[in-house]
T-cell receptor, first 112, second 113 residues
Framework: ETGVTQTPRHLVMGMTNKKSLKCEQH?????MYWYKQSAKKPLELMFV???????ENNSVPSRFSPECPNSSHLFLHLHTLQPEDSALYLC???????????FGPGTRLTVT | GENVEQHPSTLSVQEGDSAVIKCTYS??????FPWYKQELGKRPQLIID?????GEKKDQRIAVTLNKTAKHFSLHITETQPEDSAVYFC????????????FGAGTRLAVHP
């Protein structure tokens, strides 16, 4: 698959589980983003990475832990989540000096 | 904090009619305003954007207008078609932050044949 890919596409986890979301971009970009999309709410920016360095943490709870090992990969490590964390988690990428962000298909997360 | 308000939340039109979605933003230094379209079960995709140095931009049936003084911008879709049915999000880039976009809550557009 080209563009921005995300795995898994669907995830159900209990509140005591630990899981990770993966994002990979095949566009040669150097900026990557995590967004949370909840029903009837705006897309919420969570984290921004430019050249593998975190430049934005939008007051995200510590139960969400991002990791960016290189410009092509981005992870979101999850632990002790709450039911209200259930949402669609979208990854995006762009060039640092370009405005257009390309989104992945998202991971639909359900916390039980 | 900075925010973007979007109206209406839902919009229903007949095929061939025009649709207008409006957004207001709070950061007067914002200089980039994209619009994304998200079809059911799919990823958001950029459909048009505008920068603060222009007042209007058009791409076939889609146009965006920007009023910097009033801090609002609008998406106009003419001759709507059923395939235009989707959720549309406006966004504004926040000044002083790297690539930080603040999104509106979205407008669900339904175009009826």
């Amino acid at each position: 698959e080209t563009g921005v890919t995300q795995t898994p596409r669907h995830l159900v986890m209990g509140m005591t589980n630990k899981k990770s979301l993966k994002c990979e971009q095949h566009l040669g970009h150097n900026a990557m983003y995590w967004y949370k999309q909840s029903a009837k709410k705006p897309l919420e920016l969570m984290f921004v990475y430019n050249f593998k360095e975190q430049t934005e943490n939008n007051s995200v709870p510590s139960r969400f832990s991002p990791e960016c090992p290189n410009s092509s990969h981005l992870f979101l490590h999850l632990h002790t989540l709450q039911p209200e964390d259930s949402a669609l988690y979208l990854c995006a990428s762009s060039q640092v000096n370009d405005d257009e962000q390309y989104f992945g298909p998202g991971t639909r997360l359900t916390v039980t | 904090g900075e925010n973007v308000e979007q109206h209406p939340s839902t919009l229903s039109v007949q095929e061939g009619d025009s649709a207008v979605i409006k957004c207001t933003y709070s950061d007067s230094a914002s200089n980039y305003f994209p619009w994304y379209k998200q079809e059911l079960g799919k990823r958001p995709q950029l459909i048009i954007d505008i920068r603060s140095n222009v007042g209007e931009k058009k791409d076939q049936r889609i146009a965006v207008t920007l009023n910097k003084t009033a801090k609002h911008f609008s998406l106009h879709i003419t001759e709507t078609q059923p395939e235009d049915s989707a959720v549309y999000f406006c966004a504004a880039r926040i000044s002083g932050g790297y690539n930080k976009l603040i999104f509106g809550a979205g407008t669900r557009l339904a175009v009826h044949p």
